[in-house]
Nanobody, 118 residues
Framework: QVQLVESGGGLVQPGGSLRLSCIVS????????MGWYRQAPGKQRELVATSTIGGSTNYADTVKGRFTISRDNAKNTLYLQMNSLKPEDTAVYYC????????????WGQGTQVTVSS
């Protein structure tokens, strides 16, 4: 069982920055892909950014150039640096880990609220 704990959310003004952290209970080298997703009120959960064990990253078009996903393998931690935040970035942000065996095993954190408002 993999446990994920997010932190770093909060209230920020438009144009501001936040950095989210996700501490993982196991080595990141045992996880095939990690990512950040978000869910705004009344909307479906959507992909924000992903990072694979091979080092590739992928971003939603809405955050490209503003958000950066990174990992610190020594600290078993995944990050999401969010710059130039917009009100439409307001959502609960979730950390996700995928382990590929015979099936795909999905693990989720509890989420952290990000609110962008003046």
């Amino acid at each position: 069982q993999v446990q994920l704990v997010e932190s770093g959310g909060g209230l920020v003004q438009p144009g501001g920055s936040l950095r989210l952290s996700c501490i993982v209970s196991t080595s990141l080298f045992s996880i095939n892909a990690m990512g950040w997703y978000r869910q705004a009120p009344g909307k479906q959960r959507e992909l924000v950014a992903t990072s694979t064990i091979g080092g590739s990253t992928n971003y939603a078009d809405t955050v490209k150039g503003r958000f950066t996903i990174s990992r610190d393998n020594a600290k078993n931690t995944l990050y999401l640096q969010m710059n130039s935040l917009k009100p439409e970035d307001t959502a609960v942000y979730y950390c996700n880990a995928k382990i590929f065996r015979l099936s795909v095993y999905d693990y989720w954190g509890q989420g952290t609220q990000v609110t962008v408002s003046s």
